[in-house]
């Protein structure tokens, strides 16, 4: 099978039920990526598929041979951090670390969705989608932090936003 | 989780050619792969209809929108049309899984989840649903998020979908494309079953049927809204929720459709019910006698007694907000 994956082309022979996530962390070395539950539930496992944010435990490998696949891995290096993880090492957006890379992959990919004007749970209108630190609970909710970071996440997240200490604070929005 | 073949079909015709016996459609996989996992379900080989043209929504000319079978939940909540003709619609499926499980989930896919009973899911136990005829464990065990209306001595089980409950209150249509190439329209209100003597046969899909798209008819007239109330205030199934459509006209209800979830083991609607309400002026006397016709066949299991106050609370307070009572 073939893969895009951070801009690389990748081969690997694999068993026909290999996750996308396992691909990655056992065949190709990428252990950026972390499994938290297998089965949906942590976000641990967040990845961008053709820019929009997966929980890549519940996929096949198979199913995204034609895919653009970005994995912590491709959005920043050490040297040359994104500005969500970035941000994470500045506010502290973590204790242990192990949530840490699907809460940026999955950061990422949820300012992508407001921009296109994407609506939440919590949207008081649903054709406005103003950012405010209710509504990065919300939209994050799928990324569960058992060291309960979560403020410190929102506050990396909405700085990368661009949010006013006003605009965090308005809830319904 | 036990092996299978995989093939990708390149049409809905090859799909439903390639089906049949222990053969499941695979879409966004998020609940199919979930149990495979557990082998609660084990097909010999899987469909993949992901990358199938029904990602669509369409405008039909009668005013009704054709929402393609793939079209992810994220997309479909987020869609113009959507958010301003089936505001319930939108509000069912943010209420639903996280942002990364929508961006995935597929309207044919949601409809089709399974239970998440938790001795479903538990191999070790027993389960009519699972394997027909070895019992259910819910009945005298853990049922806290079971049924209370339209279960049986088989299984107590409820359909978790958010999405489904919306589309039962906008009367959707169910379209289908059957092995043999013929085409089916199923209505909402007959596409899935009460759990009787067979619990695990869910819907009046036939083996291999494919379903394309769903139809909503012109938008409803009226307020709507989705409350959905559960034990955490986001990435949580329902306990109990709502999905209303009411209009108000010179003081009266003129028109009601309220379908509910958590409460059995498909999305609930009470005909009866919402045709007490037409024609009369909101009052929450009137309220609290529509919710005792939808309750009046309700029955605890022990630790989901607490659903029938609940189912009861959430209907009063949804009327009033619908009709500004
Ligand atoms: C942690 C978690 C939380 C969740 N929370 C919620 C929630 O709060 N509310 C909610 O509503 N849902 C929730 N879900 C469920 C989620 O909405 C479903 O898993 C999803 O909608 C299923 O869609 P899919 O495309 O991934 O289906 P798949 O897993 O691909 O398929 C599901 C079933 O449908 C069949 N199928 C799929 N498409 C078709 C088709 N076109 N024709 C015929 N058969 C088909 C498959 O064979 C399979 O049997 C949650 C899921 C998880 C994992
Ligand atoms: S309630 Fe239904 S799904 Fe749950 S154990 Fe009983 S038979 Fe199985
Ligand atoms: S490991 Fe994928 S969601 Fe938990
Ligand atoms: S930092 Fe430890 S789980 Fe989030």
Redesign the interface.
Known sequence: MHFTINGQAYDADLDIRTSLLDLCREHLGLTGSKKGCDHGQCGACTMLVNGRRINSCLTLAVMHQDDEIVTIEGLGTPENLHPMQDAFVRHDGYQCGYCTPGQICSAVGMLDEVKKGWPSHVSGDLTSAALSDEEISERMSGNICRCSAYPNIVDAISEVAGLTPAEREVAGA | ?K????T?AQSPEAAVAEAGEGVRF?A???NL??LM?LQVMTPDKLV?I??LDLGRIEQREDGGLTIGALVPN?DL??D?RV?DGY?VL??AL??G?????R??ASTGGNLLQRTRCYYFYDTATACNKREPGSGCAAIGGFNRIHAILGASDKCIATHPSDMAVAMRALDATVVTLKGDGDRRRISIHDFYRLPGDTPEIENVLEPGELITHVELPGPPQGEQLYRKVRDR???AFALVSVAGVVKVEDGKIASAALAFGGLAHLPWRDFEMEAMLVGQAPSTALFEAAADKLLAGARGHGSNDFKIPLARRTLIACLRDLTGV
């Open positions: 989780m092996t299978f073949t995989y990708k695979i966004g996989g998020t792969l979930d996992k993949d992901s990358r994220s909540a987020a113009r958010i505001p939108s509000r943010l209420a899984a996280s942002g990364q499980l961006n995935k205030a986001s990435y």
